[in-house]
């Protein structure tokens, strides 16, 4: 009786994750296509992390680009007083114009077209409270960007740093139609 009530319990639970998976939305209100079809790249930010993820993220996400993943950079505005999350949130909308600008120029530097798809494969959800980031373990203020794979259906292939990069890209190109299993791309600190 105890293990089916667990069960029932777990289930529910993996549903209502699901369920937010479904229904989150970027800041342009915009629903996010994650598990439908094509792999994710989760990248976990906040307003310390903008230059690594300026210094970084772009290479990598072309680097992965054979793969057409979905980008959704979770940015956690915990550490935004509540006044300014409304110009946070508007700052982002900026930041979403100012990526598939950098985007189409790193791709015309290494001689090929942007993607027709490009524009409808990055998202920028804000985050007011942090569940998702605390979920991968990052505290308000953590320091470096948190990355995390999806496969096509949604399911943890991989997390790590971003600055493990290899690892993650390795688990998105090994991305499984079937049943995916979840690696730790861990970094020496």
């Known amino acids: 009786m105890k293990k089916?009530?667990?069960?029932?319990?777990?289930?529910?639970?993996?549903?209502?994750l699901s369920a937010n998976a479904a229904e989150m939305k970027d800041v342009f209100g915009k629903k996010v296509p994650i598990g439908q079809g094509r792999p994710t790249l989760v990248l976990y930010a906040n307003r310390g992390t903008q230059?690594?993820?300026?210094?970084?993220?772009?290479?990598?996400?072309?680097?992965?680009?054979?793969?057409?993943?979905?980008?959704?950079v979770h940015v956690d505005l915990r550490d935004v007083p509540g006044l300014f999350k409304g110009m946070a949130k508007g700052e982002m909308r900026k930041g979403h114009a100012e990526s598939l600008r950098l985007m189409n120029k790193l791709f015309r530097q290494h001689g090929e077209a942007p993607p027709a798809e490009m524009e409808s494969s990055l998202f920028?959800?804000?985050?007011?409270?942090?569940?998702?980031?605390?979920?991968?373990?990052?505290?308000?203020?953590?320091?470096?960007?948190?990355?995390?794979?999806?496969?096509?259906?949604?399911?943890?292939?991989?997390?790590?740093?971003?600055?493990?990069?290899?690892?993650?890209?390795?688990?998105?190109?090994?991305?499984?139609?079937?049943?995916?299993?979840?690696q730790v791309a861990t970094t020496l600190r």
């Open 124 to 182: 920028m959800v804000a985050d007011s409270k942090g569940e998702p980031h605390k979920s991968m373990g990052l505290e308000k203020g953590f320091e470096k960007v948190f990355a995390q794979v999806l496969s096509i259906s949604g399911e943890e292939l991989a997390r790590g740093p971003l600055a493990n990069a290899r690892k993650l890209g390795q688990a998105l190109a090994a991305a499984p139609a079937g049943e995916p299993r979840t």
């Open 51 to 72: 230059e690594e993820l300026r210094q970084h993220a772009y290479q990598f996400i072309y680097n992965v680009r054979a793969e057409k993943p979905i980008v959704v």
């Open 4 to 16: 089916t009530a667990l069960l029932t319990c777990l289930l529910g639970l993996f549903a209502s």
